[in-house]
């Protein structure tokens, strides 16, 4: 049965499971969903999700949200080509670096959050944004020390993609959005490049 994923181009907790999708070329559709329509918050997909959030997997009877479980689901489903290391110690230290951005960064920067923050607070558009840039820049050079501190290589955590690097390309994308200052994460940016150089990234990317 074909994987479904419930999606919107620009919903970084759906990109991340979308290049884990291409990574393992497996075949998906999607299942678009306009979080700016509010699609997210309407009974059908409440019945599927009752968090009202993207990503949501589909998999036959199986549904999973929440993209870390998701993309770790398609991992022990799908192990090559893998996402995460063989090493019980190498794998937490990617799934560190990737909780970082899933638990520390995101959540506050997101669109539920943002509204929450206009319409029960009544912070005007500027705040907020600025409020989001601060969270993403403060995360993002925690996360460039971090790396500086792991084995090196190509990618966030050696020579092959990981979830890591699932985690932080759609991050810098929202970085963009938001116009943050990317100066200080040179590394990060490195990262980035190598990870555009492969199919899989550039296939799950908002513009595709
Ligand atoms: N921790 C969740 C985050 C889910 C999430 O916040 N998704 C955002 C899009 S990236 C969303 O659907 N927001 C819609 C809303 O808050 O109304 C995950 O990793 O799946």
Known sequence: ?????????????????????????????????????????????????????????????????????????????????PLLPERASDRARVRQLALVVACEIHPLQNLGVLRDLEEELGVAEPERRAWARGVIERGLQALEQLVARGPGGTFCHGSEPTLADLCLVPQLFNARRFECDLRHVPRLLEIEESCQHLEAFRNAAPEN
């Not at 009974?43 to 993207?54: A, D, I, T, Y």
């Not at 929440?66 to 689901?73: G, K, V």
């Open 1 to 81: 049965m074909t994987l479904k994923l419930y999606s919107y181009p620009r919903s970084s907790a759906s990109y991340r499971v979308r290049i884990a999708l291409h990574h393992k070329g497996l075949p998906f559709e999607i299942e678009p969903i306009d979080l700016l329509a509010g699609d997210q918050k309407k009974r059908e997909f409440l019945e599927l999700n009752p968090q009202g959030v993207l990503p949501t997997l589909v998999d036959g009877p199986v549904v999973i949200s929440q993209s870390l479980a998701a993309i770790e689901y398609l991992e022990e489903r799908h192990p090559r080509p």
